[in-house]
């Protein structure tokens, strides 16, 4: 990376531009259809729901559900 490069993400990252990607499935995503989705997937979660059930239900892939789950920490 350059020195120049380098320099000029530091600054955006300071100024609050540089943030990276958004959060595709959280109770605050901008997408209402992906709050959604994740509301039904926390709520099937805590219930005990087999994650494939969860998966059919809210279209969400068992990877990203499992994810979601570690990331939120929904089961202990």
Same mark, same amino acid.
């Given at each position: 990376? %350059? @020195?120049?490069q380098? @320099?000029g993400i530091? !600054?955006?990252?300071?100024?609050?531009? #540089? &943030?990276?990607r958004?959060?595709? #499935?959280?109770?605050?995503?901008?997408?209402?259809?992906?709050r %959604?989705? #994740?509301?039904?997937?926390?709520? %099937?979660?805590?219930?005990?729901?087999?994650?494939? !059930?969860?998966?059919?239900?809210?279209?969400?892939?068992?990877?990203?559900i #499992?994810?979601?789950? &570690?990331?939120?920490? %929904?089961?202990?």
């Amino acid at each position: 990376m %350059l @020195e120049r490069q380098r @320099e000029g993400i530091k !600054e955006a990252k300071k100024r609050g531009v #540089y &943030k990276g990607r958004q959060t595709a #499935y959280s109770a605050t995503s901008k997408n209402a259809k992906d709050r %959604l989705a #994740y509301d039904q997937l926390v709520s %099937l979660v805590t219930a005990g729901a087999p994650i494939k !059930e969860v998966a059919r239900r809210t279209g969400i892939g068992r990877s990203t559900i #499992y994810r979601i789950i &570690k990331r939120d920490q %929904l089961r202990k």
